[in-house]
């Protein structure tokens, strides 16, 4: 069966400050990984897809099958990426596991 | 992407009265599947919606419960019976590969308060 951890339910820097949002996996097929984003009153939207290798809103993810993570990242914080943040593994049947996901805040 | 309507977006209901979400989205789509997001939790899927056919319940969850219809590729429904306080939680639908992308695309969601 799949998993999804994302370590930290809670992570808070200042504005213009690194930020990385852990994300670690297990599934023995092959995985298609997903960060999909929450602002606050709004629907779950999707973020980033690793098999897209793009930067969205400055955010990026690289698959590292070695260590089976997907760690989100983004150079300098905005306040407006102050979300929730969910990883999400989906398998060629569409079923998805979703970590519980960790909410950022961006400090002004 | 596809365009997902759920309904009702909110509801307030009864301890031991049912409910019917709809999900209507603007394309067909093969996948398509209902969540739970519990206060302060993630989402945990529910099932998986076949047209033309029986749901497939995760574990935990089972049809007597969570009644789902799939009549078409387009639309699908979600009935929680007989409620607790404990059903309190949002619902979501999701689509998967709608117009060929690889992703999920979710509903608004419907917020259930049960009282």
């Known amino acids: 069966a799949q998993r999804v951890t994302q370590p930290e339910k809670l992570l808070s820097v200042f504005k213009g400050a690194p930020v990385e949002l852990k994300c670690n996996y297990s599934?023995?097929?092959?995985?298609?990984l997903f960060w999909y984003v929450q602002y606050s009153r709004q629907r779950l939207q999707l973020l980033l897809r690793h098999i897209s290798r793009e930067s969205i809103k400055g955010f990026t993810a690289d698959l590292n099958k070695g260590e089976t993570s997907f760690h989100l990242k983004k150079p300098f914080a905005q306040e407006e990426d102050s979300a929730m943040y969910y990883c999400?593994?989906?398998?060629?049947?569409?079923?998805?596991?979703f970590g519980d996901g960790t909410t950022l805040t961006v400090k002004p | 992407s596809a365009v997902i309507s759920q309904k009702p977006s909110r509801d307030i209901c009864q301890r031991g009265t049912s409910l019917t979400i709809q999900c209507q989205v603007d394309s067909q789509v093969t996948m398509m599947f209902w969540y739970r997001q519990q206060p302060g939790q993630s989402l945990t899927l529910i099932a998986t919606?076949?047209?033309?056919?029986?749901?497939?319940?995760e574990s935990g969850f089972v049809i007597d419960k969570f009644p789902i219809s799939r009549p078409n590729l387009t639309f699908s429904t979600l009935t929680v019976s007989n409620m607790s306080p404990e059903d309190s939680s949002i619902y979501l639908c999701?689509?998967?590969?709608?117009?060929?992308?690889?992703?999920?695309?979710f509903g608004a969601g419907s917020r259930l308060t049960v009282l």
């Open positions: 599934y023995s097929g092959s995985p298609e």
């Open positions: 999701s689509v998967y590969r709608a117009s060929g992308a690889n992703v999920l695309t």
């Open positions: 999400a593994l989906v398998t060629n049947a569409g079923k998805s596991t």
């Open positions: 919606a076949n047209q033309g056919s029986e749901a497939t319940y």
